[in-house]
């Protein structure tokens, strides 16, 4: 997995709460059976005026310019910043796949959904949770101001206005945070506690019996 | 020392490890797989060169994109029409091949919907662990067992460890005391609560369902509620052990037989929380407060009772609220204080992993039977939750039922819950449908999806409006 560390970048919208991933990525586009190539049907039903199709090529379709994805102020926006409860609805880890193939790195809002929550961290994407208050003030500071750009310090669990002047707390487990800095595989380091979980199944084979009958 | 909640306890039973940095090793007994959410799981596995931790504890069946019209699915995977959906089925059943996993094919009896076909097979038990690539699998915490949700890269995860890490999640429990009117079912009940706390008033807990409403639910309708906890926040709702838990497990065929059953029975009697357990969030509602429920909205939230008026964005508080509301009713293009009666429907949709069951079609049945639907509706679809589901259905004589009233009846699967098949919504249509997700397209692009139970899903059939399902209650209630 990509690690990350510091990301500096351009800070994009997604002004309305509860942002669903049917939105962040429609459903016709979960029939890939591929992991890459979902970033240009990234906010696909929103950000295009047609429906967009699996596989289409997307260069001449026609745009939504309301759209702030669409607009030449957020070109190139690596950080995202949301509202409350952003990313809820399916599991589909399509959402952040797409979220990462189209350039994000990072998302902040007052709140995720869990699952998405959960998954933005197996793709190389931080979820960074503000409180609702410091959130409005990222978004009226970001309209007020073309280009504006945050840093996000994961080592240090800080976001930091480009001039280093305003630094903003935020926690991520340590788990995650580890795993995320050095790009770590979680298969991996779950294998390494293979005689534990050998261990808890033998345990379990004697009291529940039942949870292990051969299904076929 | 407080007690357990049944969280609590299922947490505790599957503990592998608790590692210094606070999360944990979970054990997963079962692990469900469809079509959507585990191709690049086991390309993952190749890739690694990795193999199957347990072989045993995995069962894979196709749902999502599997046609229902009876014609096309006669064909098998062949002759699914969409190229696309033809390949994603494919790639299930080559993967099942190669890493000799345990796979219901799509055309054989027991295929569905993978959260019908779970506890319906009684791979799902309770005391499990079961974690599926769908946020639905909250469904299966309605037989005492800690079921959720999990993304693609866990899949993968629990194919190659059997294992997740997990940090535990807060208590919260909702008590639903009393009775329902009648006309009032387990769909109302997940609406109201949903209304109530909101779509992410769950968020970071664990929710358990409890008091006299659900004790006197069916297993299909307890499904139901559990169901949508996600739409309320929280990856997983459970429900306690007891004896409609036990009849409804007993004879399944992945259930224990014999001595081994008797050993089960005795452990899930266990199943519940302790009287002095501590929820770190308490909410109750009044049963007899509930009444049928129909969403307005581009939200779960955004619900309110037949006999209300769609709110203006006057009403909320906060700009976010407002801008939210103004925003719903564009899209669904309706105006604020219109009576939800009022709201003509396009089309019906009778079918997913929340009201598929063989109880959802009978209160559909009950209330259509002998009627017609309204000229003004495009069609009503009956989309049953499995093969077992619609044999018994047609055992029952439900599709006539249907039949003869104008609806269709149709093959197992997912269909138009998310419209990953052809069974999709016309632009700007509006649909009665008995799924769980009201989102902006989701039943098809422009389309506008209206939340209901099964019963009142009949109901705006017959009418073309929503309607008060209790006007239709003869002297047998639902």
Same mark, same amino acid.
């Given at each position: 997995?990509?690690?990350?560390?510091?990301?500096?970048?351009?800070?994009?919208?997604?002004?309305?709460?509860?942002?669903?991933?049917?939105?962040?990525?429609?459903?016709?586009?979960?029939?890939?059976?591929?992991?890459?190539?979902?970033?240009?049907?990234?906010?696909?039903?929103?950000?295009?005026?047609?429906?967009?199709?699996?596989?289409?090529?997307?260069?001449?379709?026609?745009?939504?310019?309301?759209?702030?994805?669409?607009?030449?102020?957020?070109?190139?926006?690596?950080?995202?910043?949301?509202?409350?409860?952003?990313?809820?609805?399916?599991?589909?880890?399509?959402?952040?796949?797409?979220?990462?193939?189209?350039?994000?790195?990072?998302?902040?809002?007052?709140?995720?959904?869990?699952?998405?929550?959960?998954?933005?961290?197996?793709?190389?994407?931080?979820?960074?949770?503000?409180?609702?208050?410091?959130?409005?003030?990222?978004?009226?500071?970001?309209?007020?101001?073309?280009?504006?750009?945050?840093?996000?310090?994961?080592?240090?669990?800080?976001?930091?206005?480009?001039?280093?002047?305003?630094?903003?707390?935020?926690?991520?487990?340590?788990?995650?945070?580890?795993?995320?800095?050095?790009?770590?595989?979680?298969?991996?380091?779950?294998?390494?506690?293979?005689?534990?979980?050998?261990?808890?199944?033998?345990?379990?084979?004697?009291?529940?019996?039942?949870?292990?009958?051969?299904?076929? | 020392?407080?007690?357990? *909640?049944?969280?609590?306890?299922?947490?505790?039973?599957?503990?592998?490890?608790?590692?210094?940095?606070? *999360?944990?090793?979970?054990?997963?007994?079962?692990?469900?797989?469809?079509?959507?959410?585990?191709?690049?799981?086991?390309?993952?596995?190749?890739?690694?060169?990795?193999?199957?931790?347990?072989?045993?504890?995995?069962?894979?069946?196709?749902?999502?994109?599997?046609?229902?019209?009876?014609?096309?699915?006669?064909?098998?995977?062949?002759?699914?029409?969409?190229?696309?959906?033809?390949?994603?089925?494919?790639?299930?059943?080559?993967?099942?091949?190669?890493?000799?996993?345990?796979?219901?094919?799509?055309?054989?009896?027991?295929?569905?919907?993978?959260?019908?076909?779970?506890?319906?097979?009684?791979?799902?038990?309770?005391?499990?662990?079961?974690?599926?690539?769908?946020?639905?699998?909250?469904?299966?915490?309605?037989?005492?067992?800690?079921?959720?949700?999990?993304?693609?890269?866990?899949?993968?995860?629990?194919?190659?460890?059997?294992?997740?890490?997990?940090?535990?999640?807060?208590?919260?429990?909702?008590?639903?005391?009393?009775?329902?009117?009648?006309?009032?079912?387990?769909?109302?009940?997940?609406?109201?609560?949903?209304?109530?706390?909101?779509?992410?008033?769950?968020?970071?807990?664990?929710?358990?369902?409890?008091?006299?409403?659900?004790?006197?639910?069916?297993?299909?309708?307890?499904? *139901?509620?559990?169901?949508?906890?996600?739409?309320?926040?929280?990856?997983?709702?459970?429900?306690?052990?007891?004896?409609?838990?036990?009849?409804?497990?007993?004879?399944?065929?992945?259930?224990?037989?014999?001595?081994?059953?008797?050993?089960?029975?005795?452990?899930?009697?266990?199943?519940?929380?302790?009287?002095?357990?501590?929820?770190?969030?308490?909410?109750?509602?009044?049963?007899?407060?509930?009444?049928?429920?129909?969403?307005?909205?581009?939200?779960?939230?955004?619900?309110?009772?037949?006999?209300?008026?769609?709110?203006?964005?006057?009403?909320?508080?906060?700009? *976010?609220?407002?801008?939210?509301?103004?925003?719903?009713?564009?899209?669904?293009?309706?105006?604020?204080?219109?009576?939800?009666?009022?709201?003509?429907?396009?089309?019906?949709?009778?079918?997913?992993?929340?009201?598929?069951?063989?109880?959802?079609?009978?209160?559909?049945?009950?209330?259509?039977?002998?009627?017609?639907?309204?000229?003004?509706?495009?069609?009503?679809?009956?989309?049953?939750?499995?093969?077992?589901?619609?044999?018994?259905?047609?055992?029952?004589?439900?599709?006539?039922?249907?039949?003869?009233?104008?609806?269709?009846?149709?093959?197992?699967?997912?269909?138009?819950?998310?419209?990953?098949?052809?069974?999709?919504?016309?632009?700007?249509?509006?649909?009665?449908?008995?799924?769980?997700?009201?989102?902006?397209?989701?039943?098809?692009?422009?389309?506008?999806?209206?939340?209901?139970?099964?019963?009142?899903?009949?109901?705006?059939?017959?009418?073309?409006?929503?309607?008060?399902?209790?006007?239709?209650?003869?002297?047998?209630?639902?």
């Amino acid at each position: 997995m990509r690690s990350f560390e510091v990301e500096i970048g351009i800070v994009a919208p997604m002004d309305r709460a509860n942002v669903d991933t049917d939105l962040i990525i429609p459903k016709q586009f979960l029939k890939a059976i591929g992991r890459s190539g979902f970033g240009a049907y990234l906010f696909d039903s929103i950000r295009y005026m047609d429906e967009g199709q699996p596989g289409q090529d997307c260069t001449g379709r026609p745009l939504n310019k309301e759209f702030p994805l669409n607009q030449i102020r957020y070109k190139n926006a690596s950080i995202l910043l949301a509202r409350e409860n952003f990313g809820c609805g399916s599991s589909r880890e399509h959402a952040p796949w797409a979220l990462e193939d189209f350039g994000f790195r990072c998302i902040i809002a007052p709140s995720f959904a869990d699952i998405f929550y959960n998954n933005c961290f197996k793709n190389g994407l931080l979820p960074v949770v503000l409180s609702s208050e410091v959130v409005e003030t990222l978004f009226q500071k970001m309209y007020a101001e073309e280009g504006f750009r945050l840093v996000i310090d994961l080592e240090n669990e800080i976001v930091k206005s480009i001039d280093g002047v305003t630094e903003i707390p935020f926690e991520v487990d340590s788990f995650r945070r580890k795993c995320l800095l050095e790009g770590l595989d979680e298969i991996d380091l779950t294998l390494k506690s293979k005689d534990r979980i050998r261990e808890y199944e033998d345990l379990k084979k004697q009291n529940s019996p039942w949870l292990f009958q051969s299904n076929t | 020392m407080s007690g357990q *909640t049944l969280y609590d306890k299922l947490w505790m039973d599957h503990l592998v490890e608790e590692r210094d940095d606070g *999360t944990s090793l979970i054990y997963i007994d079962r692990h469900l797989l469809h079509e959507v959410t585990s191709p690049q799981a086991f390309e993952g596995l190749r890739l690694a060169g990795r193999n199957l931790w347990r072989r045993d504890s995995n069962l894979a069946v196709p749902d999502h994109n599997v046609p229902t019209d009876l014609t096309e699915r006669q064909g098998g995977i062949e002759g699914i029409v969409d190229a696309t959906s033809q390949l994603q089925v494919q790639t299930l059943e080559d993967n099942c091949v190669d890493f000799n996993v345990k796979q219901i094919p799509i055309n054989d009896e027991r295929q569905g919907i993978v959260h019908v076909v779970g506890p319906e097979q009684g791979a799902t038990l309770p005391g499990m662990t079961i974690v599926c690539g769908d946020s639905h699998t909250s469904t299966h915490g309605a037989l005492g067992s800690l079921a959720h949700g999990i993304g693609t890269s866990e899949v993968e995860h629990v194919l190659a460890t059997q294992c997740l890490v997990q940090t535990k999640m807060k208590n919260m429990r909702i008590d639903i005391f009393g009775s329902l009117q009648a006309g009032v079912t387990a769909k109302d009940v997940a609406l109201a609560v949903i209304g109530q706390i909101g779509t992410a008033g769950g968020s970071g807990y664990a929710i358990e369902f409890a008091g006299q409403v659900v004790r006197s639910l069916s297993m299909e309708g307890r499904m *139901t509620l559990c169901n949508m906890s996600i739409e309320a926040g929280a990856r997983m709702g459970m429900i306690a052990v007891d004896s409609i838990t036990i009849d409804y497990v007993r004879g399944r065929p992945y259930a224990p037989k014999g001595e081994l059953w008797e050993r089960a029975v005795k452990s899930w009697k266990k199943l519940c929380s302790d009287n002095d357990a501590i929820f770190e969030r308490e909410i109750r509602i009044d049963g007899a407060s509930i009444e049928p429920q129909v969403t307005w909205g581009t939200s779960p939230e955004m619900v309110l009772p037949i006999v209300g008026r769609l709110p203006s964005p006057e009403d909320a508080t906060d700009s *976010t609220k407002k801008e939210a509301i103004r925003r719903a009713l564009e899209y669904m293009d309706l105006a604020p204080g219109t009576p939800v009666s009022d709201i003509p429907v396009d089309r019906v949709f009778i079918g997913s992993c929340t009201n598929s069951r063989i109880e959802d079609l009978r209160q559909a049945a009950q209330i259509i039977k002998g009627r017609n639907i309204a000229a003004s509706v495009k069609q009503a679809l009956v989309v049953p939750g499995s093969g077992i589901v619609k044999t018994q259905a047609e055992a029952e004589g439900l599709d006539k039922i249907f039949l003869a009233a104008g609806m269709e009846w149709r093959a197992p699967g997912c269909s138009m819950c998310l419209g990953m098949n052809s069974d999709t919504l016309g632009d700007g249509e509006h649909c009665a449908s008995t799924s769980n997700r009201n989102f902006e397209g989701r039943q098809g692009f422009g389309g506008r999806t209206h939340l209901v139970s099964p019963a009142m899903a009949a109901a705006a059939a017959v009418t073309g409006y929503f309607t008060d399902v209790r006007e239709f209650l003869g002297s047998d209630s639902i």
